[in-house]
């Protein structure tokens, strides 16, 4: 009878041991016990391999985000995986889109990453809108290479190294809290941008965005549009008269006019908060949040050319409409 009662003990104690170690939903640090996870399903990564599998290397972000159904959530031992990437038509995609259309449906439909989609035939390797000046790293983008999930010629990591895979190194391993852009981990998504600039500041909803509304969603800041800058720096700027270009980026909702009209959040035009320190909130303040890069693009891809959100030939003023441009314009 002490037998089975001290087994009964020993079983007890690693079920409370397991549930103590299961990463918090959204959390993307890797914790004690769990580097199995993933370094046993990538060999090249450890032991006398280490570093000389160039390929598995670069694939990592891409096999580990990617998934073969159309589920945008997948499990990898006891973590969460945001999924980013699907062969079949995403269910439910998550905040940043999905590069499933910029690969089955058209270059345009997102950023052409190396690994996922062909090279954009009328852009090349180049980011339209592209100036040295804009970007901030000491390397600066080749054009001679792909475009990358991180490093110089990518989003993630530090763009100041080259190597996508050295660029994120470590960053699932650090701590992730707080949110303060100090470090590549505490870098929203780990957009860095650079070791010597600010990461991106947010707050990360739990699910990635996967089931958003008004009040579950991530949480931007416009730092966000300084990354967007690194690349295509030349899209959105004032000509010398001071007249907007393109459509303006950066500068708070309009406190009058139709602008006022948005004053409850929509996850299908997100706004830039000034202040991202509290929780989540419902409400859009007119002259206080601002127009963000991604208020109208998706970051990794979406059906529609631009990788915009919306269908923009269907989007007619004066038509009544509702959602797309009309979020914001409201009386359009």
Not at 36 to 52: A, I, Q, R, S, W
Not at 66 to 86: E, H, M, Q, W, Y
């Amino acid at each position: 009878m002490r037998a089975k009662n001290f087994s009964i003990i020993i079983v007890f104690f690693l079920v409370i041991q397991s549930v103590f170690l299961l990463p918090p939903a959204g959390r993307a640090m890797v914790i004690y016990k769990e580097c199995e996870t993933c370094h046993v399903l990538f060999p090249g990564l450890t032991g006398k391999n280490k570093g000389k599998n160039k390929d598995l290397r670069e694939s990592l972000c891409v096999n580990c985000h990617s998934n073969a159904s159309g589920d945008t959530i997948k499990l990898l031992g006891n973590f969460r995986i945001p999924v980013v990437n699907n062969t079949q038509e995403p269910a439910k995609p998550l905040a940043g889109g999905n590069f499933y259309y910029v690969a089955g449906l058209g270059e345009r439909k997102g950023h052409n990453v190396h690994g996922i989609s062909p090279t954009d035939m009328k852009f090349g390797m180049t980011p339209p809108g592209y100036d040295r000046a804009n970007d901030p790293s000491s390397i600066g983008y080749n054009p001679a290479k792909p475009l990358t999930c991180a490093g110089s010629n990518g989003c993630h990591g530090d763009r100041n190294v080259e190597n996508p895979f050295a660029a994120i190194m470590g960053s699932h391993h650090a701590e992730d809290n707080p949110i303060d852009g100090s470090t590549t981990a505490k870098s929203f998504r780990y957009l860095r941008i650079t070791s010597s600039v600010k990461g991106v500041l947010g707050l990360e909803d739990e699910d990635w965005g996967q089931d958003a509304t008004g009040l579950k969603h991530n949480e931007y800041s416009s730092t966000i549009n300084n990354l967007c800058m690194s690349c295509h720096g030349n899209f959105h700027y004032k000509d010398k008269k001071g007249a907007w270009f393109r459509h303006p980026v950066g500068v708070p909702l309009p406190v009058k006019g139709e602008y006022a009209g948005y004053s409850s959040y929509n996850p299908d035009a997100p706004v830039g908060r000034a202040d991202i320190s509290g929780a989540t909130s419902r409400s859009v303040k007119a002259g206080r949040d601002v127009v963000l890069c991604i208020s109208c693009h998706m970051a990794h891809g979406s059906p529609y050319n631009s990788s915009l959100r919306w269908n923009f030939e269907e989007v007619f003023s004066g038509k009544g409409g509702r959602g797309a441009c009309f979020i914001c314009h409201t009386k359009k």
